[in-house]
């Protein structure tokens, strides 16, 4: 072998041999920085490494990972989606859950919503795994978040000064004698304009005045100050005698926290002490101390994740006889999950505990939740809501002792930060609003009820009432919806049946998300619609609500226009029924508010359908038990507008025949049908305009004015060149009163 060759080899051999010790460098100190929570440092090595080889997927996975505890969730997105495509979530089982975590975080519900109902699919061999377990919660979170993204409050929310908030992490956790006490990550070492790790790096305890609504320069807690461990979360005892905080040892990057006791004499910390094993279970974290009154007795709410709880850090309490004698600590069963339940802040005045939690329906990672305690019983969390909450984490919510205001910690978009916008949490505050002195007007308010449209309700084959050609039904919407519920596992057999292995699974799992993203969530959204139609009822207003009722293509057009009415009508049933029929007043004009709710009824029948979807009564599974079919039979809540002056709850027209079905004809062929028009209210109504969407169309009124009781007749007409198959034109007559009717004409042309 020539010897240029052999020198070449051995040249390529040596850098070979350099490049990967300096990688296996870099990864070995990246490895090392990231277990001690440097993810900066841990961050720029991973991508030296990535650098001189790009195509190692554990490298890719353990720079995503440094993503995430960085909290850089854009990037992370990014990154836990390439390593998904690459490996299928079989090298590393999360790749795809935290891609739709991520995408949470991002706001991103829609692309979560898909991703979540991918991730069930791929986890749902093992139903009692986290993976599909919290694939499952988020898929329900997320599409509880888009209905309340909606949600809006007149709260406003105040970021502290820089010299509290620096570009490190803060979280307050009290005020007391006009002093806001907060925990803050930082080292005296370092100035705060840049991320670094260092021995000095741990999180200490600190106070700053509140005088004249404004905050003074902060100071450490010297005397809570220990070199060699992390002091944080903050809590005094009711009689402002004690002060309860967590005291953090970090044993090779492994913290393991325990909850101390300091005496509080004029203004000073003293004597602390831990307190004993009872609280402090040993080889566990118990963390986040709070102090409150409950039915006259001291108690402490603390998060551990000691045994015999329900995953990860839950909720306990404990009662407090002589200040320092601990019963046996109790889990709070009711909100306490697989996940993490953190931060817990008990308002005695209100039995309320408010805590967070990375499992309930929220709209990020942590969330700020509160649960009642009455009837003897601690009541179902209910989400703080916007915009104390977002899509990043919300912890450490807490009331002052006079109620003015509230203070939380967020790593939301607007913290201070030097390279991650979302990396280290600040303290805002929020101040109790402002009462104006004029009421928001009905168009503000109407405004505020239309964001929370349309409601989409979801109904089974020809119900209600089936085989009827009734345009009017007694059904009640939410029976329906419960027998419509409980035919789950009957919809999932049957679209499944012929199907094997994983076509079946997967056809069973898409009839379920359509039930959990559609027909469940449409009720949720009812009843989230329901309370503030019935509240500005209440305060008088006059609403006109607009429903539009939809039908599969399995049945003549002219009955399903009819089955859509009966649809239309089982939402009139389920309000004048609900709560004892406290919404009837509204229907019947008779609230002493003076408040008026009229339903306008748009019936569509099928004529919208999508028209691949079944129409072949013999082939159930797909136009009866189809998502596609399922998705068409549903009627929407589209709008609610102010009923005039000149309107009446009885002022309507009649069409008879509403849809002309006309059969088989030749193309060019132009047909011609009449329609009757009855005015059936109390006002006389003026035809003021002829909507004709098509060339193809035209349409003669015999007359434009209608007297309470008189009709007048239309002749539609529809050339049918150019057209072929299936064929739906319509037009619209404008009344005054804003009153609409549409004709239809129907066709098959060959």
């Known amino acids: 072998m020539p010897r240029l060759y052999l020198v070449v080899i051995a040249l390529f051999i040596v850098s070979v041999s350099f490049t990967q010790t300096e990688l296996k460098k870099y990864l070995d100190y990246a490895k090392e920085m990231y277990e001690k929570g440097d993810y900066v440092h841990s961050l720029s090595l991973y991508e030296k490494a990535m650098g001189l080889d790009s195509s190692a997927i554990h490298t890719l996975w353990d720079y995503a990972e440094a993503l995430r505890g960085y909290k850089d969730y854009r990037k992370a997105e990014y990154y836990y989606g390439e390593i998904f495509k690459r490996e299928g979530a079989e090298l590393f089982p999360n790749s795809l859950l935290y891609v739709g975590l991520m995408q949470k975080h991002n706001g991103k519900y829609d692309a979560a919503i898909e991703t979540f109902k991918k991730a069930k699919k791929v986890y749902r061999n093992d139903k009692k795994a986290y993976q599909y377990l919290k694939s499952k919660r988020e898929f329900e979170s997320c599409l509880w978040a888009k209905s309340n993204l909606r949600d809006t409050s007149d709260l406003i929310f105040e970021h502290l000064p820089e010299f509290i908030n620096t570009k490190d992490a803060e979280f307050a956790h009290r005020v007391h004698n006009n002093q806001l006490l907060y925990s803050s990550l930082r080292a005296d070492s370092i100035g705060g304009e840049e991320e670094v790790y260092s021995s000095a790096y741990k999180t200490h305890l600190f106070q700053t005045e509140i005088k004249d609504s404004s905050f003074h320069e902060s100071k450490?807690?010297?005397?809570?100050?220990?070199?060699?461990?992390?002091?944080?979360?903050?809590?005094?005892?009711?009689?402002?005698?004690?002060?309860?905080?967590?005291?953090?040892?970090?044993?090779?990057?492994?913290?393991?926290?325990?909850?101390?006791?300091?005496?509080?004499?004029?203004?000073?910390?003293?004597?602390?002490?831990?307190?004993?094993?009872?609280?402090?279970?040993?080889?566990?974290?118990?963390?986040?101390?709070?102090?409150?009154?409950?039915?006259?007795?001291?108690?402490?709410?603390?998060?551990?994740?000691?045994?015999?709880?329900?995953?990860?850090?839950?909720?306990?309490?404990?009662?407090?006889?002589?200040?320092?004698?601990?019963?046996?600590?109790?889990?709070?069963k009711k909100i306490n999950s697989m996940d993490n339940e953190l931060s817990p802040f008990w308002d005695s005045k209100s039995n309320k505990l408010y805590f967070s939690s990375s499992w309930h329906d929220g709209f990020g990672g942590y969330d700020v939740f509160f649960t009642e305690f009455k009837n003897n019983t601690f009541e179902s969390p209910v989400n703080l809501a916007i915009p104390v909450n977002s899509p990043a984490n919300d912890l450490y919510y807490f009331e002052t002792i006079t109620g003015d205001s509230s203070f939380f910690s967020s790593n939301r978009l607007g913290t201070n930060y030097s390279k991650n916008p979302t990396c280290c949490s600040d303290i805002f505050m929020l101040r109790k609003p402002i009462i104006p002195s004029d009421p928001p007007s009905i168009s503000e308010t109407l405004e505020d009820l239309n964001k929370r449209l349309p409601v989409t309700?979801?109904?089974?084959?020809?119900?209600?009432?089936?085989?009827?050609?009734?345009?009017?039904?007694?059904?009640?919407?939410?029976?329906?919806?419960?027998?419509?519920?409980?035919?789950?596992?009957?919809?999932?057999?049957?679209?499944?049946?012929?199907?094997?292995?994983?076509?079946?699974?997967?056809?069973?799992?898409?009839?379920?998300?359509?039930?959990?993203?559609?027909?469940?969530?449409?009720?949720?959204?009812?009843?989230?619609?329901?309370?503030?139609?019935?509240?500005?009822?209440?305060?008088?207003?006059?609403?006109?609500?607009?429903?539009?009722?939809?039908?599969?293509?399995?049945?003549?057009?002219?009955?399903?226009?009819?089955?859509?009415?009966?649809?239309?009508?089982?939402?009139?049933?389920?309000?004048?029924?609900?709560?004892?029929?406290?919404?009837?007043?509204?229907?019947?004009?008779?609230?002493?508010?003076?408040?008026?709710l009229m339903i306008v009824e748009v019936p569509f029948g099928e004529y919208t359908a999508n028209q691949l979807t079944s129409d072949n009564p013999n082939d159930i599974q797909n136009s009866v038990y189809s998502r596609a079919a399922a998705i068409e039979r549903k009627i929407e809540i589209q709008s609610v507008d102010v009923i005039k002056d000149t309107d009446t709850l009885s002022s309507f027209v009649i069409v008879s025949p509403t849809v002309q079905v006309v059969g088989e004809v030749t193309q060019g062929t132009l047909i011609t049908k009449k329609f009757s028009v009855k005015n059936t209210g109390e006002t006389s109504l003026e035809l003021s305009n002829i909507e004709i969407p098509c060339e193809c169309n035209t349409a003669l009124a015999n007359k434009t004015y209608l007297a309470p009781g008189e009709m007048l007749e239309v002749e539609m007409t529809f050339d049918t060149t150019n057209y072929a198959g299936h064929t739906v034109k319509s037009v619209t007559l404008i009344f005054s009163n804003d009153l609409k009717a549409r004709l239809v004409i129907t066709s098959e042309v060959k």
Not at 220 to 247: C, Q, T, V, W
Not at 486 to 501: S, T
Not at 509 to 533: A, N, P
Not at 548 to 572: E, M, Q
């Open 220 to 332: 450490r807690i010297e005397e809570l100050f220990l070199e060699k461990f992390s002091a944080g979360n903050g809590s005094f005892s009711p009689d402002g005698n004690r002060f309860y905080f967590s005291l953090c040892k970090d044993d090779n990057f492994n913290y393991k926290c325990k909850i101390m006791v300091a005496q509080f004499e004029d203004g000073k910390f003293l004597d602390i002490d831990s307190l004993g094993p009872i609280i402090n279970e040993p080889g566990f974290n118990t963390t986040m101390p709070f102090i409150g009154e409950w039915d006259g007795s001291e108690v402490l709410f603390y998060a551990s994740d000691r045994d015999d709880g329900e995953g990860g850090m839950d909720i306990w309490y404990s009662f407090i006889t002589n200040g320092n004698q601990f019963k046996t600590p109790q889990n709070l």
């Open 457 to 596: 309700l979801y109904f089974h084959n020809d119900v209600p009432n089936p085989r009827s050609w009734d345009s009017v039904s007694s059904v009640n919407y939410i029976n329906s919806y419960t027998d419509y519920s409980a035919m789950l596992n009957e919809y999932k057999k049957e679209y499944a049946k012929g199907l094997v292995k994983s076509k079946a699974k997967d056809a069973e799992d898409d009839i379920e998300d359509f039930f959990v993203q559609y027909v469940d969530q449409g009720v949720k959204d009812l009843f989230l619609f329901r309370d503030l139609l019935l509240e500005e009822l209440e305060n008088g207003r006059r609403i006109q609500m607009t429903v539009k009722g939809f039908a599969s293509p399995l049945a003549k057009t002219d009955y399903n226009v009819n089955l859509t009415k009966r649809r239309i009508w089982s939402l009139r049933n389920y309000l004048m029924d609900f709560d004892n029929g406290i919404f009837r007043p509204f229907f019947e004009n008779s609230a002493e508010s003076g408040g008026q």
